[in-house]
């Protein structure tokens, strides 16, 4: 991406001649196109240009550096290995790291596809690329039984989803509702679902989202196109919830409007997740007064922490078949039409869009 708003172009740079110890050379399998790709592009995140954008990938290792050659579990690495990693790398010893331990706020976290400026070496950072650069410090995990689109299906959004729930917690038999049906709701469910939620309602569009919603265990769902009142929205949720609204509520639209629609399908004394704004979409106008009324308490969550991506392999390895997360990538592009890939999902148009070089 050469800077906002500007197509993304095809740039050629040198590849590193050395391998430093604990770096890898990945040659890129797949890349997934994140829904924060596009916020990046729109210029909602302050991130450096140009950039190689692509922070949910999978490769295969062609080259290694010396030292201690093990995967963040301890598994021996070899070149030859499948392998994805963990987008963002923290520091451990800062304030965030180590005295209040909020990890995902590191205040040194770099992150690819985010962080790294691609004229500055060694210029592979980011996943939309024929290769990357893994640096000292990234948490590598080797892959044997999950296929790349199973990978890159579930994405940051599996994680993202991981962090969240653990952060507001789902009781045993709770009432769920989760805004969007997108790849960030789709894994909140399957989380959601998996945690023991007794019934969950997803509210989103297009219906074949919904659908697949439904494949994931969604025991009811509202489509946004033909039910477009909010107010309808919310009479025909707390008559399915029975009455009284949602225990929680998970945020993952990305857009501001729906927080405080999404407040009012909280029951009283509910919790309400905020996850799907990772860029900064803009604000919304809130009535503070329904979180008192209602007792409400509201969360966040920042990315995630490598823990997060080994707990999200382990899912996807023992509950693939339960949550078909290879089944939301429905289109495939070649490295130089990564912008049309970027395009279709700005538009909604794809499931999931990635790019096989
Ligand atoms: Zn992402
Ligand atoms: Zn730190």
Not at 300 to 326: I, T
């Amino acid at each position: 991406m050469p800077d906002f708003h500007q197509p993304l172009e095809l740039r050629r740079y040198p590849l590193p001649v050395e391998i430093e110890p604990g770096a890898a050379l990945v040659k890129v399998e797949m890349a997934g196109i994140c829904g924060t790709d596009v916020h990046l592009w729109k210029g909602q995140l302050q991130i450096p240009r140009p950039i190689i954008l692509g922070h949910e990938t999978v490769g295969v290792i062609t080259r290694i550096g010396g030292g201690s050659k093990t995967d963040w579990t301890g598994a021996s690495l070899l070149e030859g290995d499948r392998v994805t990693w963990g987008a963002g790398m923290l520091c451990g010893h800062c304030y965030h790291c180590a005295v209040i331990r909020q990890p995902t706020r590191c205040l040194n976290r770099s992150a690819y596809g985010i962080s790294f400026n691609s004229d500055d070496p060694p210029h592979f950072s980011g996943g939309y690329a024929e290769y990357i650069y893994l640096r000292p410090g990234t948490a590598i995990f080797k892959l044997s039984d999950v296929s790349d689109e199973t990978v890159t299906g579930a994405g940051c959004a599996l994680v993202t989803a991981i962090h969240g729930l653990e952060r507001m917690g789902i009781s045993w038999g709770d009432k769920v509702v989760i805004q969007g049906s997108g790849p960030v709701g789709l894994a909140a469910l399957a989380v959601a679902k998996s945690s023991g939620a007794s019934m969950i309602i997803v509210i989103g569009g297009p219906a074949a989202r919904l659908e697949l919603a439904q494949t994931f265990g969604a025991d009811y769902t509202i489509n946004i196109d033909e039910i477009t009142d909010s107010a309808k929205r919310l009479s025909q949720l707390k008559e399915l919830a029975g009455g009284y609204g949602a225990d929680a509520v998970i945020e993952c639209v990305g857009a501001p409007s729906v927080v405080p629609e999404g407040f009012e399908m909280c029951r009283d004394g509910g919790k309400y997740l905020v996850l799907g704004h990772y860029g900064d979409a803009g604000v919304a106008p809130i009535n503070p007064h329904v979180i008192t009324r209602k007792q409400l308490t509201v969360y966040g969550s920042w990315a995630s922490e490598p823990r997060h991506m080994a707990a999200a392999l382990e899912f996807l390895r023992k509950q693939g078949e339960r949550f078909p997360f290879d089944r939301l990538v429905t289109h495939r592009f070649s490295l130089d039409r990564a912008n049309e890939a970027l395009q279709t999902t700005a538009q909604w148009v794809s499931g999931k869009s990635v790019i096989v070089p």
